[in-house]
């Protein structure tokens, strides 16, 4: 299988205060193309920081992150950039909607970004939003949704442009169960039809079993779980 994403070795303290935390302390992750993971772990041991670092978000302290051969932190290459947009899908646990825009044209823009027409896009959005039970909410702006509402629009954004891989940070955090399930389904088909590559983090151990292979991350480290 090809390697997409391998993490060698990576560190992150933060100064809070006086104090320094030692949040990450030598992460090893290699992923595969088709792979389905999830990484599990309480409050604020360190998920969404690894995650974003995975993602070529946030620099770590120590090792490197390779994205398709690119060493993304220690040699980063002009192309990087665009491998990033083009391939990495991210659903970030407060959402990060574009604030001056619609659910429909935040759904629209990823796809008019890539060549797609507005009624190509608008029909594509409609398509997954409708799924979701947000028909009725397009023309709405983000700060008008509830926050279960503003996580689908997230969901659909990360996933309408089919990116190669897919780093989902509590994506169910904000949802009732029945939403939940959608989403969560949703997850397993893009996986199983289009072979998605997918990392979900969750502290919920429900979320978390959706994963093939299930790691805790403890004291700023990944160990393989048998749940
Ligand atoms: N920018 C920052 N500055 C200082 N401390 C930070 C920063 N980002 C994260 N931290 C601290 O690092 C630790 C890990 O945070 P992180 O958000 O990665 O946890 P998490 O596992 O995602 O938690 P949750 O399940 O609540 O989302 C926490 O103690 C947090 O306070
Ligand atoms: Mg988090």
Redesign the pocket.
């Known amino acids: 299988m090809n390697e997409i994403l391998n993490a060698m070795n990576i560190h992150k303290s933060?100064?809070?205060g006086s104090e320094k935390?030692d949040?990450l302390q030598g992460v090893n992750l290699r992923i595969e193309e088709g792979d389905f993971i999830s990484i599990t772990?309480?409050?604020?041991?360190?998920?969404?920081?690894?995650?974003?670092i995975l993602g070529g978000l946030l620099h770590p302290d120590k090792g490197d992150v390779v994205l398709e051969g690119k060493p993304v932190y220690s040699h980063p290459d002009p192309e990087l950039a665009r491998i990033r947009n083009e391939k990495i899908g991210f659903i970030f646990?407060f959402h990060h909607l574009l604030s001056d825009f619609t659910v429909l044209e935040n759904l629209m823009i990823p796809l008019l970004i890539k060549g797609f027409s507005k009624k190509e896009a608008s029909h594509k959005a409609m398509e997954l939003l409708r799924i979701v039970d947000l028909e009725n909410r397009i023309h709405c702006k983000p700060k008008t949704l509830s926050g279960g509402e503003k996580q689908r629009v997230a969901v659909l954004r990360a996933i309408i442009n089919q990116p190669t891989l897919l780093l989902a940070?509590?994506p169910t955090g904000d949802l009732d169960f029945e939403h939940a399930n959608t989403i969560l389904q949703m997850l397993k088909n893009i996986h199983k039809e289009r072979g998605m590559t997918i990392i979900v983090?969750s502290?919920n151990r429900r979320v978390a079993k959706i994963g093939k292979k299930i790691y805790n991350?403890i004291d700023g480290r990944l160990k393989e779980n048998e749940m």
């Open positions: 933060f100064n809070s935390i949040v772990g309480p409050s604020g041991s360190g998920k969404s920081t690894l995650l974003h646990q940070d509590e983090v502290h991350l």
